[in-house]
């Protein structure tokens, strides 16, 4: 079973740069992803981007990409995903997951853990 927890969510002005982090605790072993999802009372749930944990590749979503970065550190066995310029629009709760044998990671069916989420406001 795995395990997730969110941080580094809050407050941040348009136009700033926000980082959160995703601590993976009791991960399996084979291939497996994170990935970050966000959700909010005008859109649901959708795909941000997402980082294979032991292969290569990243992943992002089309409307995100060039704003946002997804990194691991596996010494820390965390994962941050960074959002610069950040805009009014990016208000959301951010969900942090796990997905055991993912395809391309965009899709939250493939996931099958989840964290509690993280609420990220950004104010004009």
């Known amino acids: 079973q795995v395990q997730l927890l969110e941080s580094g969510g809050g407050s941040v002005q348009a136009g700033g740069s926000l980082r959160l982090a995703c601590e993976v605790s009791?991960?399996?072993?084979?291939?497996?992803?994170v990935g970050w999802f966000r959700q909010s009372s005008e859109k649901e749930r959708e795909f941000v981007a997402a980082v294979s944990w032991n292969g290569g590749g990243q992943h992002y979503a089309d409307s995100l990409k060039g704003r946002c970065s997804i990194s691991k550190d596996i010494s820390k066995s965390t994962a941050y995903l960074q959002i610069d310029s950040m805009k009014p629009d990016d208000t959301a709760v951010y969900i942090c997951a796990a997905a055991l044998n993912p395809g391309t990671g965009r899709r939250s069916t493939e996931y099958g853990y989840w964290g509690q989420g993280i609420q990220v406001t950004v104010s004009s």
């Open positions: 009791g991960r399996t072993f084979g291939t497996w992803a």
